[in-house]
């Protein structure tokens, strides 16, 4: 499995980013996805994710800013990052999970997940 994330560049406060996420080698129907991210010296805190039933689950500190969304044709996953902060700033990582439906799954939890793009930097000036 291999996963690609693009998308990533430098913006002025309240601007928007697309990041996308684009994986190959994977062949299971059920899954989740999330976008991670990690800012020097800080934990990686799951910032948005979904599953292949559609169900998604966003951090407090991106909900109504941030947009979660998938291709399932294109196997790709994307970020739709509006009124973007300088406390955005980070390296944002895409991450995939086989699901077994039926049993919990904690989207935004970076334990849960399995396989991991490189990264794409977001950096947000003020």
């Known amino acids: 499995v291999q996963l690609v994330e693009s998308g990533g560049g430098s913006v002025q406060a309240g601007g928007s980013l697309r990041l996308s996420c684009t994986a190959s080698g994977y062949t299971y129907s059920t899954y989740s996805m999330c976008w991670f991210r990690q800012a020097p010296g800080k934990e990686r805190e799951g910032v948005a994710g979904i599953d292949s039933n559609g169900r998604t689950e966003y951090a407090d500190s991106v909900k109504g800013r941030f947009t979660i969304s998938q291709h399932g044709a294109k196997n790709s996953l994307y970020l739709q990052m509006d009124s973007l902060k300088p406390e955005d700033t980070a390296m944002y990582y895409c991450?995939?999970?086989?699901?077994?439906?039926?049993?919990?799954?904690?989207?935004?939890?970076?334990?849960?997940?399995?396989?991991w793009g490189q990264g794409t930097q977001v950096t947000v000036s003020s």
């Open positions: 991450a995939l999970e086989t699901m077994t439906l039926g049993l919990p799954f904690n989207l935004l939890v970076s334990n849960e997940y399995t396989y």
